[in-house]
């Protein structure tokens, strides 16, 4: 059984580093072709997709997010981190994280996400 | 970056009916491998987004045969024949074929 779960601060304040870890089980992020990715979405708007970090460590990144972004893995512990640098209001959001698969491209099990305030 | 428009924002529907989203790509989806990988996913009212449909047409394992997903290139549907209450939600494509990876706006299928 996959499950996915998402920690993080709950609020900060503009400027700080936020960082978020995603605790998962029932895969390994160790497997051929496997991933985890981030994604997050302001209250009551859609979804953007933030960061993937794969099985042999390749990581891509959504570069709206100029450079503020790094995502990074524990293969061990199975966890994934991200963290993102200099937040603003506009980071407010619920984040997620969700397992992936090179074969499909597609988010197949996916966290119950953590709501994130930034503010001062 | 690629653009995923769907249409339409919102789909009123009565229970049984059948709906259709369609699901619009500024560019082609097709992989230089030869796959698109176009997917689609709902989300239900205070639930985190659920995979639907990945590369174009395959139903992800306990999706009900009523969601039906389709298209070729930049041109993408997504059928859902008979539509139950557990159907309603927003519905989201989203490509992986390109980097950055897109959403589409979504669309909420709601009851007339």
């Known amino acids: 059984q996959v499950t996915l779960k998402e920690s993080g601060p709950g609020i900060l304040q503009p400027s700080q580093t936020l960082s978020l870890t995603c605790t998962f089980s029932g895969f390994s992020l160790s497997t051929y072709g496997m991933g985890v990715g981030w994604i997050r979405q302001p209250s009551g708007k859609g979804l953007e997709w933030l960061a993937n970090?794969?099985?042999?460590?390749?990581?891509y990144y959504n570069p709206s997010l100029k450079n503020r972004l790094t995502i990074s893995k524990d293969t061990s512990n199975n966890q994934a981190f991200l963290k993102i640098t200099n937040v603003d209001t506009a980071d407010t959001a619920t984040y997620y994280c969700?397992?992936?698969?090179?074969?499909?491209?597609?988010?197949?099990?996916w966290g119950q996400g953590v709501m994130v305030t930034v503010s001062s | 970056d690629v653009v995923l428009t769907q249409t339409p924002v919102a789909q009123p529907v009565t229970l049984g009916d059948q709906a259709s989203i369609s699901c619009r790509s500024s560019?082609?989806?097709?992989?230089?491998?030869?796959?698109?990988?176009l997917e689609w996913y709902l989300q239900k009212p205070g639930q985190s987004p659920q995979l639907l449909i990945y590369?174009?047409?395959n139903r992800f394992s306990g999706v009900p045969d009523r969601f039906i997903g389709s298209g070729s290139g930049s041109d993408f549907t997504l059928k859902i024949s008979r539509v139950e209450p557990e159907d309603l939600g927003v519905y989201y494509c989203?490509?992986?074929?390109?980097?950055?990876?897109?959403f589409g706006g979504g669309t909420k299928l709601e009851l007339k």
């Open positions: 560019q082609s989806l097709v992989h230089s491998n030869g796959n698109t990988y």
């Open positions: 989203f490509q992986a074929t390109h980097d950055p990876r897109t």
């Open positions: 969700a397992r992936t698969r090179q074969t499909t491209g597609a988010f197949d099990y």
């Open positions: 970090i794969w099985w042999d460590d390749d990581k």
């Open positions: 590369k174009v047409s």
